[in-house]
């Protein structure tokens, strides 16, 4: 899970520039229809709308925009159609979850709800509303295209073939690419300054309980997560969205005016406040507070790690065994110590290796001076939970830039063939689909140079 918010991310972010058709200006141009895909129109206004959302984004169309938006909107008409013969639907609970996460990101971005009303000139309530009309068919057409291409699975016999068959040109070059081992020390907290914290959220609890203070106001004011911005509002989500500890407390609210008990996660302490329960979501506010860390604490978690390097140098254990029992990173504790890059879109292609760039800032200035079994001093880590912890680091494997290769690169290369065959399959079944369905292109809109075959019917 992504470690810099207590929300296990449910789904891949998507760009604003995607969402162009929900921000859509006042229509100032003459309606005509200008294509017909079965028995629904595309409207020139659609793809005026379209087009300038992307313009305001900044977003560059590669070919005519006049053909390349509209052959996108008949598309997605095709994939919704087949949704409705397959039956394909997505559960309503997530895909008011997805928009939850879509309001809360661009707050986040923009700064406040009042900026985001503003760039979408539409109120929050009604933007939402239009949210769940695209992410809906944004989700239908993503199980759609899963379904026809759920079979593609690549054999090691096929990925030597594809590469074979690759022009010079297009084989990727793969930056320096580093693997490496950690171990983290967290530094002791004295019972004190929890108590503090503690002593500090039960003040805000009995204060909202009392109705001497507003939850939203306070966590603006005082708590330590993102969501402050927004009063500490997480936007709607399931359980299995939540770490336990918090989902456990969450979910048993009941009462909207009272404040939970204190509760203990990875990330802090918390109190939670119900704001409203939908089947089986809930959409809560929070305030977050964390311990915080002496220096004197830092330096004696950095000493006993630099302690316990001198042992691996030394040769009293290994790396790896001290990750087993030493280290409080229980990503990779489990693991012997190995990083695992999270930038990687896919969990079916997650790597050990990282580019650079991909590793945390303080691991990598390390890093970069190391050569392959080195040990690095100790050295204060800043988490993505934005917390101190002391850690040392060890380079396994420098991998130098290159052009792919199969011995090196084969899951990069497995990732691309399968890509490419996925790509084949939805092209074929678009064009297939094309043939099938009733498509009219009015004059003006015909002399392009699409991406799909068939669009413009031959005379008979």
Same mark, same amino acid.
Request: some cysteine; hydrophobic content about 35%; overall charge negative.
């Given at each position: 899970?992504k470690?810099n918010?207590i929300?296990?991310?449910?789904?891949?972010?998507?760009?604003?520039?995607?969402?162009?058709a929900?921000?859509q !200006?006042?229509?100032?141009?003459?309606? /005509?229809?200008a294509? %017909?895909?079965g028995?629904?129109? @595309?409207? $020139?206004?659609? *793809? =005026?709308?379209?087009?300038?959302?992307m313009?305001?984004?900044?977003?560059?169309?590669s070919?005519?925009?006049?053909?390349?938006?509209?052959e996108?909107?008949?598309?997605?008409?095709?994939?919704?159609?087949?949704?409705k013969?397959?039956?394909?639907?997505v559960?309503?609970?997530?895909?008011?979850?997805?928009?939850?996460?879509?309001i809360?990101?661009?707050i986040?971005?923009?700064?406040?709800?009042?900026k985001?009303?503003?760039y979408?000139?539409?109120?929050?309530?009604?933007?939402?509303?239009?949210?769940?009309?695209?992410?809906?068919?944004?989700?239908?057409?993503e199980e759609?295209?899963?379904?026809l291409?759920?079979d593609?699975?690549?054999?090691?016999?096929?990925?030597?073939k594809y590469?074979?068959?690759?022009?010079?040109?297009?084989? !990727?070059?793969?930056?320096?690419?580093? /693997?490496?081992?950690? %171990?983290?020390?967290n530094?002791? @907290?004295? $019972?004190?300054? *929890? =108590?503090?914290?503690?002593?500090?959220?039960?003040?805000?609890?009995?204060?909202v309980?009392?109705?001497?203070?507003?939850?939203?106001?306070?966590a603006?004011?005082?708590?330590?997560?993102?969501?402050?911005?927004?009063?500490?509002?997480?936007?709607?989500?399931?359980?299995?969205?939540?770490?336990?500890?918090?989902?456990?407390?969450?979910?048993n609210?009941?009462?909207p005016?009272?404040?939970?008990?204190?509760?203990?996660?990875?990330?802090?302490?918390?109190?939670?406040q119900?704001i409203?329960?939908?089947g089986d979501?809930?959409?809560?506010?929070?305030?977050l507070?964390?311990?915080?860390v002496?220096?004197?604490?830092?330096?004696?978690?950095?000493?006993?790690?630099d302690?316990?390097?001198k042992?691996?140098v030394g040769?009293?254990?290994?790396?790896?065994?001290?990750a087993?029992?030493i280290?409080?990173?229980k990503d990779?504790?489990?693991?012997?110590?190995?990083?695992?890059?999270?930038n990687?879109?896919?969990?079916?292609?997650?790597?050990s290796?990282?580019e650079?760039?991909d590793?945390?800032?303080?691991v990598?200035k390390?890093?970069?001076?190391?050569?392959?079994g080195?040990?690095?001093?100790?050295?204060?880590?800043?988490?993505?939970?934005?917390?101190?912890?002391?850690?040392?680091?060890k380079?396994?494997?420098?991998?130098?830039?290159?052009?792919?290769?199969?011995s090196?690169?084969?899951n990069?290369?497995?990732?691309m063939?399968?890509?490419?065959?996925?790509?084949?399959?939805?092209?074929?079944w678009?064009?297939k689909?094309?043939?099938?369905?009733?498509?009219?292109?009015?004059?003006g809109?015909?002399?392009?140079d699409?991406?799909?075959?068939g669009w413009?019917?031959?005379s008979?």
């Amino acid at each position: 899970m992504k470690k810099n918010r207590i929300l296990i991310p449910a789904m891949t972010a998507l760009t604003m520039s995607a969402l162009y058709a929900i921000a859509q !200006p006042a229509k100032n141009v003459i309606d /005509e229809v200008a294509w %017909i895909v079965g028995d629904e129109a @595309i409207f $020139r206004s659609d *793809i =005026e709308e379209q087009y300038q959302q992307m313009r305001s984004e900044g977003m560059v169309v590669s070919g005519d925009p006049y053909c390349v938006i509209p052959e996108q909107i008949a598309v997605q008409k095709l994939y919704l159609h087949q949704a409705k013969i397959d039956t394909i639907e997505v559960p309503e609970s997530s895909v008011r979850a997805a928009v939850e996460q879509r309001i809360n990101f661009f707050i986040a971005q923009l700064g406040s709800k009042e900026k985001v009303e503003e760039y979408f000139r539409k109120p929050i309530p009604v933007l939402k509303e239009n949210f769940v009309e695209y992410m809906r068919n944004n989700s239908i057409i993503e199980e759609v295209q899963r379904s026809l291409t759920s079979d593609v699975k690549a054999t090691p016999n096929e990925v030597r073939k594809y590469f074979d068959t690759l022009p010079a040109d297009s084989v !990727p070059y793969v930056p320096l690419q580093v /693997e490496a081992q950690i %171990i983290t020390l967290n530094p002791n @907290i004295p $019972r004190q300054e *929890i =108590e503090d914290v503690k002593a500090r959220l039960r003040d805000y609890a009995d204060r909202v309980n009392r109705g001497d203070a507003d939850f939203s106001t306070l966590a603006t004011m005082y708590s330590e997560d993102g969501s402050f911005m927004r009063g500490g509002e997480l936007g709607f989500h399931g359980k299995a969205d939540f770490v336990p500890e918090f989902s456990n407390v969450a979910f048993n609210l009941s009462d909207p005016k009272k404040v939970s008990r204190i509760v203990e996660t990875e990330y802090g302490y918390h109190i939670i406040q119900l704001i409203e329960k939908r089947g089986d979501q809930v959409n809560v506010r929070h305030i977050l507070l964390r311990p915080k860390v002496s220096e004197k604490d830092l330096v004696d978690a950095t000493n006993r790690l630099d302690s316990i390097r001198k042992e691996i140098v030394g040769g009293a254990f290994t790396f790896e065994e001290a990750a087993g029992v030493i280290s409080q990173d229980k990503d990779t504790r489990n693991n012997k110590g190995v990083m695992m890059n999270d930038n990687e879109r896919s969990e079916l292609y997650r790597s050990s290796r990282f580019e650079m760039q991909d590793l945390p800032p303080d691991v990598a200035k390390r890093i970069e001076r190391m050569s392959p079994g080195d040990v690095s001093e100790a050295f204060v880590l800043k988490t993505p939970r934005n917390q101190d912890v002391g850690a040392i680091v060890k380079l396994t494997n420098r991998i130098e830039g290159h052009r792919a290769n199969l011995s090196d690169d084969y899951n990069l290369l497995k990732k691309m063939y399968e890509d490419h065959k996925r790509q084949e399959i939805l092209t074929e079944w678009v064009e297939k689909k094309i043939k099938e369905t009733h498509v009219s292109i009015e004059d003006g809109w015909k002399n392009c140079d699409f991406r799909y075959k068939g669009w413009i019917k031959e005379s008979k």
